[in-house]
């Protein structure tokens, strides 16, 4: 997102007149998820000024800072003490999407180790993630090429996905939740409305161009 990037953090730029991370919030709240934790690195304390404690967004904030960034699976696992003891759900906060929240917030996980949702694929990655097998709700690594799906940055995760990551290290979320899927742990679910990874310049240019909010 550079050159953008280099004076504000991607979760506060601004689609359709509010900063991405609000719509975020904002839907979160809807689903009565009001107990947040942000992990921030990158000019993190942009975020605490604007967000604050979350009363403003009508939700709690509390905040994971790290010195460098320690990629999803290293800043959930630095996160855990906040994040306590029971199954939690995690978003990418640089989306934009309409995806109902309360479908996680009230789904256990039972046996499974994470429930993914993921979404038909972008023109930017064609091949996908994960394959999902819908009628059973599975999540595997490979599959027939109709299966495959991009992970939508949208997870409800066990704690102890994360329990091999020290605090502080670094380590991405892919190889965490390969390592379950082979030992068949993830579940799945592919969801069909909108939904856009903001991810250059020209995708967050589009996105402003576009009428109507989520």
């Known amino acids: 997102m550079r050159p953008l990037t280099d004076r504000i953090p991607k979760p506060l730029l601004a689609v359709r007149g509010r900063p991405l991370i609000e719509w975020v919030i904002a839907a979160l709240a809807r689903a ?11 000019l993190g304390n942009q975020l605490t000024a604007a967000l604050g404690n979350g009363d403003r967004l009508g939700v709690s904030i509390r905040y994971s800072p790290e010195r460098e960034a320690l990629e999803t699976a290293g800043g959930i696992a630095n996160a855990l003490p906040l994040l306590g003891e029971a199954p939690f759900l995690a978003v990418n906060a640089d989306l934009y999407c309409n995806y109902d929240f309360t479908r996680l917030a009230e789904r256990p996980l039972g046996e499974d180790l994470a429930h993914l949702v993921l979404v038909a694929n972008p023109d930017h990655h064609p091949q996908g993630d994960f394959s999902l097998d819908e009628a059973g ?16 940055g949208i997870g409800l995760y066990s704690p102890r996905l994360f329990s091999g990551i020290p605090p502080g290290h670094k380590a991405p979320l892919a190889p965490v939740l390969r390592k379950a899927m082979s030992a068949n742990r993830v579940g799945g679910e592919h969801h069909r409305g909108e939904w856009n990874d903001v991810g250059t310049p020209e995708r967050l240019a589009l ?3 576009v009428n109507g909010t989520t």
């Open 32 to 42: 009565g998820v009001t107990e947040l934790v942000i992990n921030h690195a990158h």
């Open 137 to 152: 709700g599975r999540v595997c690594e490979h599959g027939p090429p109709a299966s495959m799906l991009t992970f939508a």
């Open 207 to 209: 996105l402003n161009q």
